[in-house]
């Protein structure tokens, strides 16, 4: 049995395999779900802390990366996929902090431009509420004054 420890498959999945699989499978989310579970995450509740935030955001995102084969930790091997015991994946080789600073920059601006994207699709949404919520506001006055 060979195992590569410290190596794991980070490569894009080829044109091929993409259009087969364009989404994951209910099977794995439920798997990802299950792993939450076991690892005492819960998806619908959120830390109050910021750095707290910050921790199980990048645990969940590392468990839904799942490089989880060879991986040497024993917690990730009994539930047959990447807990994040460390917050980060231990099967994933890790940039050195100058490579880091020298991503940091390019990652911002997609997340930024990510983030803008989003607010741009919402922002009819948003104007919306904020319409409804102003007559409401507009409304509860005029009773106020009639009564």
Not at 32 to 61: H, N, S, T, V, W
Not at 64 to 74: I, Q
């Amino acid at each position: 049995m060979s195992q590569t420890i410290g190596k794991a498959n980070t490569s894009a999945p080829s044109p091929e395999r993409a259009a087969k699989h364009p989404q994951r499978t209910d099977a794995e989310q439920a798997d990802y779900r299950r792993r939450l579970r076991a690892a005492g995450i819960k998806e619908d509740e959120c830390p109050e802390d910021m750095d707290a935030f910050r921790l199980q955001l990048a645990r969940q995102i590392a468990m839904f990366l799942n490089h989880w084969h060879g991986c040497p930790e024993r917690f990730c091997q009994r539930n047959r996929g990447c807990m994040a015991p460390n917050i980060h994946c231990s099967n994933v080789e890790q940039p050195s902090p100058e490579q880091r600073a020298k991503d940091w920059p390019k990652v911002q601006f997609e997340v930024r431009s990510a983030l803008n994207k989003i607010l741009a699709e919402r922002a009819a949404e948003v104007e919306a509420y904020e319409e409804e919520e102003l007559q409401r506001v507009l409304a509860k006055r005029r009773q106020g004054k009639a009564g």
